[in-house]
T-cell receptor, first 113, second 111 residues
Framework: EPEVTQTPSHQVTQMGQEVILRCVPI?????FYWYRQILGQKVEFLVS????????KSEIFDDQFSVERPDGSNFTLKIRSTKLEDSAMYFC???????????FGPGTRLTVL | QKEVEQNSGPLSVPEGAIASLNCTYS??????FFWYRQYSGKSPELIMF????GDKEDGRFTAQLNKASQYVSLLIRDSQPSDSATYLC???????????FGTGTLLAVQP
């Protein structure tokens, strides 16, 4: 069964450093998303992406965040200058269509020291 | 602020019993409703989705939706210890495809 994959599973970085989190969505899916979950808190929407453009973003997704689909398979989330409060699980998700179910990848645990 | 509310639990049920998980939402324009299961340290895994008022059954799981009361629930019949997890309710509005999650209800099924 097709799955969303994410790399790395765990990323440790120093405050102020840039990180890139990578995702490979399910191959026939057209809509891509990033969510995050701070330890003990709810899953929060960051951004949705379709047709090589951001279609929606949350207040959390400020100028330090960016997304890109650099090729036909990868979808990346870049955090330009990490802060301590960026420490969280970051989940990539994809869906076939606008209204379709979103399937989540296994997540990347980001730890900012 | 559009909210999804769930009782955080823990909800403890004996093995074989019915577990009932509840969720309310604030946005009357919400169109799609999802239940995800999340084991500790893992990602959300889709259990069921429901779009229309009424019940929807899939194996041991039944989702119930009441849009007038802005209420969605998940029943798990014949609960198993492996069902022990956090159950996340997620709601999607009509004009957006972002999911708004509740904080989740921790279910503990006692052998």
């Amino acid at each position: 069964e097709p799955e969303v994959t994410q790399t790395p599973s765990h990323q440790v970085t120093q405050m102020g450093q840039e990180v890139i989190l990578r995702c490979v969505p399910i191959s026939n899916h057209l809509y891509f998303y990033w969510y995050r979950q701070i330890l003990g808190q709810k899953v929060e929407f960051l951004v949705s992406f379709y047709n090589n453009e951001i279609s929606e973003k949350s207040e959390i997704f400020d100028d330090q965040f960016s997304v890109e689909r650099p090729d036909g398979s990868n979808f990346t989330l870049k955090i330009r200058s990490t802060k301590l409060e960026d420490s969280a699980m970051y989940f990539c998700a994809s869906s076939e269509g606008y209204t379709d179910t979103q399937y989540f990848g296994p997540g990347t645990r980001l730890t900012v020291l | 602020q559009k909210e999804v509310e769930q009782n955080s639990g823990p909800l403890s049920v004996p093995e074989g019993a019915i577990a009932s998980l509840n969720c309310t939402y604030s946005d009357r324009g919400s169109q799609s409703f999802f239940w995800y299961r999340q084991y500790s340290g893992k990602s959300p895994e889709l259990i069921m989705f429901i779009y229309s008022n009424g019940d929807k059954e899939d194996g041991r799981f039944t989702a119930q939706l009441n849009k007038a009361s802005q209420y969605v629930s998940l029943l798990i019949r014949d609960s198993q210890p492996s069902d022990s997890a956090t159950y996340l309710c997620a709601v999607k509005g009509g004009a957006t495809n972002k999911l708004i999650f509740g904080t989740g209800t921790l279910l503990a099924v006692q052998p």
